[in-house]
């Protein structure tokens, strides 16, 4: 199983971007979906989660501003970020927790992230 997100780039503060993840391989069923992102020298932080059951979840830092939509028949999910503003510069990653056979464990799968820069 691969991830591969892209929709990065540089936006002036204000702006909005669409970050896409795409998973590709064998995938049974996809259990959640999550946007994280890393800041230089920072930790990296939990953005948005979709579950199947639970639904939508956002940080604080956030809501009002990013929605996460989850595709799980195209094994896709967006990140529609606006009112972006410098604070939001990191690279985003994102991870989906998936089995790739049914009655398989499931797992973590991460994407090897994405730049976002905001401009001030």
């Known amino acids: 199983v691969q991830l591969q997100a892209s929709g990065g780039g540089v936006v002036q503060a204000g702006g909005s971007l669409r970050l896409s993840c795409v998973a590709s391989?064998?995938?049974?069923?996809?259990?959640?979906m999550d946007w994280f992102r890393q800041a230089p020298g920072k930790q990296r932080e939990r953005v948005a989660r979709?579950?199947?059951?639970?639904?939508?979840d956002y940080a604080d830092f956030v809501k009002g501003r990013f929605t996460i939509s989850p595709d799980a028949d195209a094994k896709t999910s967006y990140l529609d970020m606006s009112s972006l503003n410098p604070e939001d510069t990191a690279v985003y990653y994102c991870?989906?927790?998936?089995?790739?056979?049914?009655?398989?464990?499931?797992?973590?799968?991460w994407g090897p992230g994405t730049q976002v820069t905001v401009s001030s």
């Open positions: 979709w579950h199947r059951s639970l639904g939508t």
């Open positions: 391989g064998r995938i049974s069923s996809i259990a959640s």
């Open positions: 991870s989906m927790f998936l089995r790739t056979r049914l009655g398989g464990s499931y797992a973590t799968y």
